[in-house]
């Protein structure tokens, strides 16, 4: 039998699950077979997370930039000056989400705005930056996520909804695990020992990919009618994983469901807020005076940027390529 879709990861990708084996063990349940076809997934979502009127898309002027922005643009060998940082409001939230682009990306500023309004406004509550890079410094990388500071990075032009659902579970893990991970939990857990089979081949990886290829499922579940049960031939068979995604929807309600009416409830992450502090793009900016009494970051002695929390210098997890298909 051919290896499907998610089987077929190449070397750096490979590589690049290796280097994730900190975040857990790889699990031993068997994959569905049909697996869960996500970039179909993806397309059934489209006419159901449909993203709000943006009210507001204010680009700043050059020369500033929130301190995240910043420091996630050197790391990943870009210079600071070269992005641009999009204050927007959408029709359901008043508060505003700074969003940062670099200006080489594929990835358009209409196509950044339309793929996170299209997140259910409870899943947007938690999530800080969007920041979008032409690519990312390790190979093979299609998104990152900083679950413990709720900021979620790009490269190229990954627009599938699923692929911004899964990188939002990451940050739903870590925001409803107490002192860790919500994966990592016995509530997760006996959920997990409850099925008989995994969703996909990727959450094979560890149970924190593993609960968020169930964010993708629980979504779907509650916004796409006909949910899991619906998905045309071959259907895979839900039942095998339905503990876990019933624990999803019930662990996060209507975060990951489209609520006629509903408005954000913002959810800043502890000592963080809805945005890192801003800062200079750096010394052309401040002898341009373009920004005139912000602070420039320093970095403190293990090399990292002063004004970054402790939550954004978490390496992260990152999301192989090789499972998604760029937006044309």
């Known amino acids: ?178 002192n860790g991970d919500y994966s990592a939990t016995s509530a997760w857990l006996n959920a997990y020992n409850s099925d008989s089979h995994l969703p996909t081949g990727y959450a094979n990886t560890n149970q924190a990919e593993n609960f968020a290829e169930h964010v993708i499922l629980a979504t779907y579940d509650n916004v796409v009618p006909g949910g899991l049960a619906g998905i045309p031939a071959p259907t895979p068979n839900h039942q095998a994983v339905q503990n876990q995604y019933t624990n999803v929807k019930n662990l996060l309600g209507n975060k990951i469901r489209k609520v006629t009416g509903a408005t954000c409830n913002r959810q800043p992450t502890p000592l963080i807020g809805i945005t890192s502090p801003v800062v200079c793009m750096g010394p052309d900016a401040l002898a341009q005076g373009a920004c005139v009494g912000t602070p420039n970051m320093k970095r403190d002695e293990n090399g990292h940027d002063a004004l970054i929390a402790a939550a954004e210098k978490e390496p992260g997890i990152y999301e192989p390529a090789s499972r998604w298909t760029e937006s044309a």
Request: aromatic share 10%; proline share 6%.
């Open 1 to 178: 039998m051919a290896p499907s879709k998610s089987q077929l990861l190449t070397s750096a990708t490979a590589a690049l699950l290796a280097s994730q084996g900190a975040l857990g063990q790889q699990l031993t349940k068997p994959i569905l077979n049909p697996e869960y076809d996500l970039g179909a997934m993806s397309q059934a979502f489209l006419p159901h997370l449909i993203a709000p009127a943006a009210t507001s898309i204010n680009k700043w002027p050059w020369g500033k930039l929130p301190a995240f922005c910043k420091s996630e643009s050197i790391h990943e060998g870009f210079s600071a000056y070269d992005m641009e940082v999009y204050e927007v409001t959408f029709a359901d939230c008043s508060q505003p989400w700074y969003m940062c682009r670099h200006n080489g990306s594929t990835m358009s500023v209409g196509g950044m705005i339309n793929a996170f309004g299209s997140l259910p406004v409870g899943t947007r509550d938690f999530i800080r930056h969007i920041v979008v890079f032409p690519d990312f410094m390790t190979p093979g990388v299609a998104a990152h996520a900083k679950s413990g500071s709720g900021d979620l990075m790009f490269g190229h032009n990954y627009l599938d909804t699923s692929l911004w659902i899964h990188e939002s579970g990451h940050i739903f893990d870590r925001q409803h695990g107490g």
